[in-house]
T-cell receptor, first 115, second 118 residues
Framework: ETGVTQTPRHLVMGMTNKKSLKCEQHLGHNAMYWYKQSAKKPLELMFVYSLEERVENNSVPSRFSPECPNSSHLFLHLHTLQPEDSALYLC??????????????FGPGTRLLVL | AQKVTQAQTEISVVEKEDVTLDCVYETRDTTYYLFWYKQPPSGELVFLIRRNSFDEQNEISGRYSWNFQKSTSSFNFTITASQVVDSAVYFCALSSLILTGGGNKLTFGTGTQLKVEL
């Protein structure tokens, strides 16, 4: 039990749909992350929120829109996705965003298929 | 730039064999942290160990052990007497601090798929 939950676990959507992924952490952490894991590629950091402020956006297309309403919740809003966006989307959290080497704890991921 | 290389894409062993997963990293930071994570078929990344660049002492936890060698920029992971439940993808990662605003960026290797068979 890592204390990070993600919903839904599986999602199939068409290219014209709008959907949202949700992540919740029960660890009292102050930083949250979205990662994308595609087949045969390393995990890619997409977004970082530190104390509810976005601090990193790794050139992610605008069809992905993150939202962090408080330190426990993180959303990833999806619209007009492409088939190449099909992947496992992982959420993570860490305790102290200003300390190097903080352990990140991951959720189970949302497996997304874009048709 | 940070880089992590896991040259072994897939390893198959028979149960009870020992197996070592290799990890080589590149960084210009003098202070850095290395991690190993396990990803079973369910998808969740499970944290196994964290090691900082100033601590080269090897660590053992049950059947798991880690060998950190700064001179060769390697952080290898050994499973002793492997079991079927060890079958998973194992990721090595390198952490760096995001200076503008906080948070840590993990740079992952491509992972090693370990299959332990009866």
């Amino acid at each position: 039990e890592t204390g990070v939950t993600q919903t839904p676990r599986h999602l199939v959507m068409g290219m014209t749909n709008k959907k949202s992924l949700k992540c919740e952490q029960h660890l009292g952490h102050n930083a949250m992350y979205w990662y994308k894991q595609s087949a045969k590629k390393p995990l890619e950091l997409m977004f970082v929120y530190s104390l509810e402020e976005r601090v990193e956006n790794n050139s992610v297309p605008s069809r992905f829109s993150p939202e962090c309403p408080n330190s426990s919740h993180l959303f990833l809003h999806l619209h007009t996705l492409q088939p190449e966006d099909s992947a496992l989307y992982l959420c993570a959290s860490s305790q102290n965003p200003s300390r190097v080497g903080e352990t990140q704890y991951f959720g189970p991921g949302t497996r997304l298929l874009v048709l | 730039a940070q880089k992590v290389t896991q040259a072994q894409t897939e390893i198959s062993v028979v149960e009870k064999e020992d197996v070592t997963l290799d990890c080589v990293y590149e960084t210009r930071d003098t202070t850095y942290y290395l991690f190993w994570y396990k990803q079973p078929p369910s998808g969740e990344l499970v944290f196994l160990i964290r090691r900082n660049s100033f601590d080269e002492q090897n660590e053992i936890s049950g059947r798991y052990s880690w060998n950190f060698q700064k001179s060769t920029s390697s952080f290898n992971f050994t499973i002793t007497a492997s079991q079927v439940v060890d079958s998973a993808v194992y990721f090595c990662a390198l952490s760096s601090l995001i200076l503008t605003g906080g948070g840590n960026k993990l740079t992952f290797g491509t992972g090693t798929q370990l299959k332990v068979e009866l």
